[in-house]
């Protein structure tokens, strides 16, 4: 199958051309000027006019949590519904945490997420590890991930009891990862010193899930955030801190870069476009936790200036949908019974065009960087994703930067009953999505199919990194 895309402009991290892009089965083939002219383009079955819109690397989220099992339930989109909902949002690849429990191998982790995603996924498909044990068997699993192509391990300083790993733990898998070429992903607040004001709050009757917000003091998330670096930097790992969401945090990741540590960041739009308050109005709270959690509304202009200085790479979502109406219900009386994480995986592409683009924050360039290319470059997939050229994979999307809509569930296609944006106008959309070649959205119709999607072996990304 050859397709080519005319008279659209092409948007890449480090510049935009009025080009066609020729598809050729399920890599680009060209990427040029009056391309239908020309002998390279015999033999193509269809023409997509993209006249007056964008045409971008299909967007790469890196933090998705489809099926995650939290407290007693299980985030609610699958594979399937998730990467489906995904691709309406204009990504076109997902990187999804396996999950290593407590006593279990990683090998069990990882297996039973290559089960989850294995043909349900819709679209391209990667694996960070999560690890929860650190121990002799698990440390020698990881090199054998790496070879397999899942390059990184997620440790938590948060969660005691669940997730979390003391610093010694920390420490041991760094300097592994230091050795296989990995590179260690840190969610880092202090969940020993949060469990403490957690516990004083609810003792006072304050059980609302707006506390559940107070409580995760930002200092707390700052503290995490430059031990884990000084960690890793003794460790000699690259670190990349996941959805940082404060300014106390953002102040040492910048001043890890300042002094030429090998130390990245990502945020996600619910700490850009929401903030503390929307935690408030009673239960209705409980839509909008997860860890960290919402902040102070005078973050957000830190966290823009973060993603236009590089100090932040990369916007993720930390997609892990629960329905409001039984899940997130868990937590009635309690807050820190509440499941935590937010839907997101389809709005973040318009979300960031809207808010970053549109509102004059970033660049085209820099919004198709921070969605698409960082993530790829960061995450072992350069060359294959994140870019529109010649010999990457065709996971492109004819994007319309003019097209007004209204974020709604009544029209998203996330498995959850709620949007966290309830009625938010976005200007930009995706018009027509494909995946290695393959039309899988055209202007709001899915042509996809369950299973199309593959798993990514990705490469270490310590050669761009250093
Ligand atoms: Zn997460």
Request: one cysteine or more; aromatic letters at 8%; a negative charge.
């Amino acid at each position: 199958m050859r397709t080519l895309i005319t008279n659209g402009t092409v948007v890449n991290a480090d510049g935009s051309t009025q080009a066609d892009v020729l598809v050729d089965k399920e890599t680009i083939a060209a990427v040029g000027r009056g391309l239908a002219g020309l002998d390279l383009a015999a033999g193509v079955e269809r023409t997509i006019d993209a006249t007056g819109k964008y045409v971008i690397p299909g967007a790469i989220d890196v933090h998705t949590h489809m099926e995650l099992p939290f407290g007693g339930t299980f985030a609610k989109d699958t594979f399937e519904t998730g990467t489906r909902a995904a691709a309406f949002g204009g990504t076109t690849t997902i990187i999804d945490f396996a999950v290593q429990s407590k006593g279990k191998s990683l090998r069990e982790g990882l297996d039973a997420w290559h089960a989850k995603a294995e043909g349900n996924a819709t679209t391209d498909y990667g694996f960070h590890m999560i690890m929860s044990d650190v121990n002799e068997a698990t440390l020698a699993e990881m090199d054998t991930l790496v070879a397999e192509g899942v390059t990184d391990f997620k440790l938590f300083t948060a969660y005691p009891g669940v997730f979390y790993s003391d610093d010694g733990a920390i420490f041991r898998a760094m300097q592994q990862t230091a050795r296989n070429g990995g590179t260690i992903l840190m969610h880092a607040e202090n969940g020993m010193a949060i469990d403490v004001v957690a516990e004083q709050l609810v003792a006072a009757g304050k059980t609302d899930p707006y506390y559940h917000g107070v409580a995760r003091y930002p200092i707390f998330e700052g503290e995490a955030t430059n031990r884990v670096i000084r960690l890793a930097e003794a460790a000699g790992v690259p670190v990349y801190i996941v959805h940082l969401s404060a300014r106390d945090a953002l102040e040492e990741v910048r001043a890890a870069r300042d002094r030429g540590s090998m130390a990245y960041a990502e945020t996600c739009p619910q700490y850009l476009f929401l903030s503390l308050e929307d935690m408030g109005g009673g239960f209705n709270g409980a839509k909008f936790v997860c860890s960290p959690p919402l902040r102070p509304a005078d973050h957000q202009a830190d966290l823009w200036r973060g993603l236009v200085k590089d100090d932040l790479q990369v916007v993720s979502t930390d997609h892990c949908p629960f329905d409001f109406h039984d899940q997130k219900q868990l937590g009635v009386g309690d807050f820190r019974k509440v499941p935590n994480g937010l839907p997101g995986v389809e709005d973040r592409v318009d979300l960031m065009h809207d808010g970053g683009v549109v509102g004059g924050h970033l660049t085209k360039e820099r919004w198709v960087e921070v969605v698409s290319a960082a993530p790829a470059r960061l995450f072992g997939l350069a060359g294959v994703k994140g870019v529109v050229a010649a010999g990457a994979d065709a996971d492109l999307v004819v994007y319309d930067p003019a097209r007004k809509h209204k974020i709604s569930a009544k029209s998203h296609h996330m498995n959850v009953d709620y949007s966290i944006y309830e009625g938010r106008s976005v200007t930009g959309g995706s018009d027509v999505v494909l995946s290695r070649g393959r039309v899988i959205v055209e202007n709001g119709e899915w042509k996809g199919e369950r299973g199309w999607g593959r798993f990514l072996r990705r490469k270490t990304a310590r050669e761009y990194l250093t």
